[in-house]
């Protein structure tokens, strides 16, 4: 059985709340629902995680790699800007990652259109709200 883990950075706890002319009104229990859902389909496990904390996120890409998953999900928040130390973690943990953007970071503000993680991972969806987690899913669950 396949392991992906889901992982979810700053803010995104406040899904469905936070900017819903931006982000949508669709909560991050309503994105575990739709996940979890595709994922017992494919006789896949998930392990989901959300931390506002950039440290916490690191040790749990490590944990999620020495704990044997197989592929990773993972939208970094404005961590996707900033966080050196962040990218270093997912290219050290050897999980083919997917990068996940609920918005599309390109139309936004200029400091929002450079990903420091997106360099580090296997590809990026961008702009196309929830789906874009499914169709990372998608992708990692048919990765050999």
Do not use: W
């Not at 936004?108 to 899913?137: H, M, P």
């Amino acid at each position: 059985m396949k392991c992906i883990a889901v992982i979810n950075g700053p803010n995104l706890n406040r899904l469905g709340k936070r900017e819903p002319e931006i982000y949508g009104s669709e909560t991050l229990e309503d994105l575990q629902d739709i996940l979890g859902k595709r994922a017992e389909v494919h006789n896949c496990e998930l392990k989901f995680h959300q931390s506002n904390h950039e440290g916490e996120l690191i040790d749990k890409i490590t944990e999620f790699a020495d704990n044997g998953c197989d592929g990773l999900i993972i939208n970094p928040g404005g961590l996707t800007h900033t966080s050196i130390a962040l990218r270093d973690a997912i290219a050290g943990s050897e999980l083919t990652t997917i990068e996940v953007h609920i918005s599309n970071i390109h139309q936004r503000e200029d400091f929002r259109q450079t990903s420091i993680t997106a360099g580090v991972c296997k590809g990026t969806l961008a702009g196309l709200g929830l789906r874009g987690y499914v169709l990372a899913l998608d992708y990692l669950i048919g990765e050999s």
